[in-house]
């Protein structure tokens, strides 16, 4: 039995993960930030399918929260499943900005990073030593990091910073038998970004012109991705980056 935490489950591509991971055999640890609510609602679905899941508040951000975060992980797999460690790390919380550089304020970079860049490497780095040996970390990127649009250079930036980061994660904890990897989604219809890709027509239909496939994205186009990563046919895979975007801007 495998145990996974992802960040930002409550919701959009981090909850339709959860709910792959759980149909596949994976208890899941899922982090909210301020919609417990909707956490609760998942963490229920999971259990229906049989599976364990827990809810804990978690600002992806807040770097300095991270020790106490760690701190409730150890209480929740010794009370939840009688254990020490977890398996699978998803870092997957984040946040929007729809800026051109020209209009990028210093504090939005900011916040950007921390989410985005900051939050995943110091999360993981205070995860790491619940990580059972042979684990797996999932960072998610952004199709962005490799094609550009207007307004997305500092969120895209983040996402480039990732995937040279997630290089670095598998390289240095090999030791151990960790692999890391990096999903890179296309344009999904979600609430992100205040819904644009779900609910404007005019950036749907470029936006799917422009894909091999003829379509955008939804979530249970990446979920899949990510849970099939995880399992044990791709465990030799490490170190890369898997773009799930239907073939945008090819």
Same mark, same amino acid.
Do not use: C
């Given at each position: 039995?495998?145990i996974a935490i992802i960040t930002g489950g409550s919701r959009g591509l981090g909850k339709n993960?959860?709910?792959?991971?759980?149909?596949?055999?994976?208890? !899941?640890?899922?982090?909210?930030?301020?919609?417990?609510?909707?956490?609760? #609602?998942?963490?229920?679905?999971?259990?229906? #399918?049989?599976?364990?899941? &827990?809810?804990?508040?978690?600002?992806?951000?807040? %770097?300095?929260?991270?020790?106490?975060?760690?701190?409730?992980?150890? #209480? &929740?797999?010794?009370?939840?499943?009688?254990?020490?460690?977890?398996?699978?790390?998803?870092?997957?919380?984040?946040?929007?900005?729809?800026?051109?550089?020209?209009?990028?304020?210093?504090?939005?970079?900011?916040?950007? &990073?921390? %989410?985005?860049?900051?939050?995943?490497?110091?999360?993981?780095?205070?995860?790491?030593?619940?990580?059972?040996?042979?684990?797996?970390?999932?960072?998610?990127?952004?199709?962005?990091?490799?094609?550009?649009?207007?307004?997305?250079?500092?969120?895209?930036?983040?996402?480039?910073?990732?995937?040279?980061?997630?290089?670095?994660?598998?390289?240095?904890?090999?030791?151990?038998?960790?692999?890391?990897?990096?999903?890179?989604?296309?344009?999904?219809?979600?609430?992100?970004?205040?819904?644009?890709?779900?609910?404007?027509?005019?950036?749907?239909?470029?936006?799917?012109? #422009?894909?091999?496939?003829?379509? &955008?994205?939804?979530?249970?186009?990446?979920?899949? !991705?990510?849970a099939s990563l995880l399992s044990e046919d791709n465990a030799w895979i490490n170190a890369q980056?898997?773009?799930?975007?239907?073939?945008?801007?090819?």
């Amino acid at each position: 039995m495998k145990i996974a935490i992802i960040t930002g489950g409550s919701r959009g591509l981090g909850k339709n993960t959860a709910l792959k991971l759980a149909q596949k055999g994976t208890d !899941v640890i899922l982090t909210y930030h301020s919609k417990k609510a909707e956490a609760d #609602q998942v963490v229920a679905e999971i259990e229906r #399918q049989g599976r364990k899941a &827990v809810a804990l508040p978690l600002d992806a951000g807040a %770097v300095e929260s991270f020790e106490a975060f760690a701190v409730a992980v150890r #209480q &929740v797999l010794k009370e939840k499943w009688n254990r020490t460690d977890f398996d699978f790390l998803i870092n997957n919380a984040g946040t929007a900005l729809e800026a051109s550089i020209m209009e990028t304020t210093a504090e939005d970079f900011d916040k950007l &990073v921390n %989410v985005h860049l900051k939050g995943p490497f110091f999360l993981t780095q205070k995860l790491l030593p619940l990580m059972k040996d042979g684990g797996r970390i999932v960072n998610i990127s952004s199709g962005l990091a490799r094609f550009a649009l207007p307004g997305k250079a500092a969120y895209a930036s983040m996402k480039g910073a990732i995937e040279v980061l997630t290089r670095y994660m598998a390289k240095e904890f090999g030791a151990r038998g960790i692999a890391a990897n990096v999903v890179a989604p296309g344009a999904i219809e979600t609430d992100f970004g205040g819904g644009v890709v779900r609910d404007n027509p005019e950036v749907n239909k470029f936006i799917a012109s #422009q894909t091999a496939l003829g379509r &955008v994205g939804i979530p249970d186009d990446i979920g899949g !991705v990510i849970a099939s990563l995880l399992s044990e046919d791709n465990a030799w895979i490490n170190a890369q980056r898997i773009e799930a975007s239907g073939g945008m801007f090819l």
